[in-house]
């Protein structure tokens, strides 16, 4: 190679220039530059690539509880406040006409203010909205699910919906103090612990709603819509992993009491 003189520039590299702004005739300190910079960017991909193939041979990651299928959505400036979605969710799980018992929760915003749940009190009296509470079917980690030290809250394998496994639920009401949104409700006749579980995909709460202001709709996180009312029971203030709260079997039995 003479002195003053460099390879002929390729193509794609004159192209590249071009798109760039840079002058057309490149000159040699141009030329490396961008060489480097093409060099630079096929070693990234490799990097991406080995990187990526690190993630597939890893394996997936471990999901504890996967996303409901569906979820009650209110609306509620259609509530006329006629509970009769208290009623039908009661009568139809319980057997009982008993609005205590019911998974929705149905109450006028007396203590709030302006600004709605969870904003701040401005006032005694607040906007009297109706309001209408209901199980969000919270996304991984469920609160009330981390808080139950028997994992008595499992999967409705036909709707995904979180629900209460009554052979398992020792009544500690753990779930109870977890829940943000105050949403568990439990039964005194029967020391068990109960929540929305949507009726196996046929909520009777919207199929009661005289003015529609209930709809049954594909899940989407709407624990995100809203800040929660109620703090947050913290059970595992020393958990570093999901595993840590979610492997009871691995920990010893308690021993039985008698008495």
């Known amino acids: 190679m003479k002195h003053g003189k460099h390879p002929p520039v390729p193509d794609f590299v004159a192209q590249a220039a ?41 394996g997936p990651p471990l999901v504890i509880l996967d996303n409901a299928r569906g979820v009650l959505l209110a609306d509620p400036a259609r509530c006329v406040g006629c509970l009769r979605c208290e009623l039908a969710c009661s009568e139809h799980n319980d057997g009982r006409a008993q609005p205590s018992l019911s998974r929705i929760k149905v109450s006028r915003a007396l203590a709030y203010g302006l600004e709605g749940p969870g904003q701040g009190r401005h006032g005694a009296w607040g906007d009297g909205l109706v309001v ?111 595993v840590d709260c979610h492997a009871p079997a691995l920990k010893a039995p308690r021993p039985k009491t008698t008495r």
Do not use: Y
């Open 18 to 58: 071009q798109a760039a702004g840079l002058e057309t005739e490149l000159s040699r300190r141009g030329f490396l530059f961008l060489s480097a910079g093409a060099v630079a960017s096929v070693a990234a991909l490799g990097l991406c690539d080995a990187l990526a193939a690190g993630r597939k041979k890893a």
């Open 132 to 242: 209408q509470g209901v199980c969000r079917q919270c996304p991984h980690p469920v609160p009330c699910a981390t808080a139950c030290p028997q994992n008595a809250i499992v999967l409705d394998p036909d709707t995904g919906a979180r629900v209460v496994d009554d052979a398992a639920c020792i009544g500690c009401r753990l779930c109870q103090r977890a829940c943000p949104w105050g949403m568990l409700v439990f039964d005194e006749a029967r020391q068990k612990s109960s929540k929305c579980f949507l009726c196996h995909g046929r909520p009777k709460c919207v199929e009661a709603c005289p003015a529609a202001a209930l709809r049954f709709v594909p899940w989407r996180d709407l624990t995100r819509e809203g800040p929660a009312p109620l703090a947050t029971l913290s059970v595992t203030p020393g958990a570093t992993a999901c």
